[in-house]
């Protein structure tokens, strides 16, 4: 898994003509390598807390029709 508290996983400019996707880097990650993505994760208060380790659960909210990662909880465990 790869995460940040920002969107900046992916390219800023549009990727060249004849691309197959408009957010490459999600389609790498995601189906060519496995990888997971984590964005927008609220950490100021763990931060504050000085808390740089711990143990990352990331669950999903049953809501139905929803796609997997949709609604996102994730949970720091120290």
């Given amino acids: 898994m790869i ?3 920002t969107s900046g996983l ?3 400019q549009p990727p060249h003509e004849g691309s197959d996707s408009f957010v490459p880097v999600h ?3 995601l189906i060519e390598q496995g990888v997971h993505i984590a964005e927008f994760h609220y950490l100021e208060d763990l ?4 808390v740089y380790e711990f143990l990352y659960i990331g669950v999903t909210n ?3 029709g ?4 949709f609604a996102m909880r ?3 465990v120290f």
């Fill in 62 to 64: 049953k809501i139905k």
């Fill in 47 to 50: 931060a504050k807390e000085e």
């Fill in 27 to 29: 389609k790498y990650l």
């Fill in 74 to 76: 994730p949970l720091a």
């Fill in 10 to 12: 992916e390219m800023v």
């Fill in 3 to 5: 995460g940040s508290d």
């Fill in 66 to 69: 929803s796609t997997a990662g």
